[in-house]
């Protein structure tokens, strides 16, 4: 493997804390951003210009924000192999994704709540971020996935000294945090729903 130039990020996460000035970092050094929902407005709310994923697809979110990056244009941008997947990327016009920044619903709070329901905990079950962290995790030979807040300022830090690059040791540490983030997320659920019986439905 070798350093990675990130030229084009996506963005979506339901922990805001630090976004908007670890955002102003990426445009700072140039890099193309695009983001979802929530996301998306708050960032617009702080002059930051970002291209909705919704408008990348061609298709809104739906059911209730349900389905939002479920998408080949999405998942291929993460998952497309730089060295030998770059015809189909073309042929479908899919964007490389070089850095992924997604964090999850908060399950384990929702759940912990005295007055949260069997419904709530159903609908804070995140399906797109999970699939999409596995996806940027799994290619981290050619993308990078930041899960954490504290990694804000380590991965500006290092693009902004690397030539908007990051290298193969920040990749694989950030790779091994995500599929983490994602089994304990999994487990999470797992328990709730362990301890929950059908009659819930």
């Given at each position: 493997m070798a350093d990675v130039k990130v030229?084009?990020?996506l963005i979506s996460v339901s922990n805001?804390?630090?976004?908007?000035?670890?955002?102003?970092?990426?445009?700072?050094?140039?890099?193309?951003?695009?983001?979802?929902?929530?996301?998306?407005?708050?960032?617009?709310?702080?002059?930051?210009?970002?291209?909705?994923?919704?408008?990348?697809?061609?298709?809104?979110?739906?059911?209730?924000?349900?389905?939002?990056?479920l998408h080949p244009r999405v998942h291929g941008?993460?998952?497309?192999?730089?060295?030998?997947?770059?015809?189909v990327m073309r042929n479908h016009n899919i964007t490389p994704i070089d850095l992924l920044?997604?964090?999850?619903?908060p399950f384990k709070?929702?759940?912990?709540?005295?007055?949260?329901?069997?419904?709530?905990a159903i609908e804070n079950i995140d399906i797109g971020g999970p699939a999409m962290l596995r996806s940027a995790a799994k290619n981290m030979k050619s993308v990078a996935v930041v899960v954490d807040v504290a990694d804000y300022e380590v991965v500006l830090e290092e693009l902004a000294g690397n030539h908007s690059q990051l290298s193969d040791r920040t990749r694989f540490r950030l790779a091994v945090k995500a599929f983490q983030h994602v089994a304990h997320y999994d487990a999470a659920i797992a328990d709730y729903l362990t301890d929950a019986t059908s009659e819930n439905l």
């Open positions: 030229s084009n990020a805001k804390t630090k976004l908007v000035p670890f955002v102003e970092g990426l445009k700072a050094i140039g890099i193309a951003l695009m983001s979802t929902g929530g996301t998306h407005r708050l960032l617009t709310e702080n002059d930051l210009s970002v291209q909705e994923v919704a408008d990348y697809t061609g298709f809104p979110e739906m059911m209730d924000g349900r389905v939002k990056t941008g993460l998952l497309g192999r730089r060295d030998q997947d770059q015809g920044v997604v964090n999850l619903y709070e929702t759940v912990d709540a005295p007055d949260c329901t069997f419904a709530d």
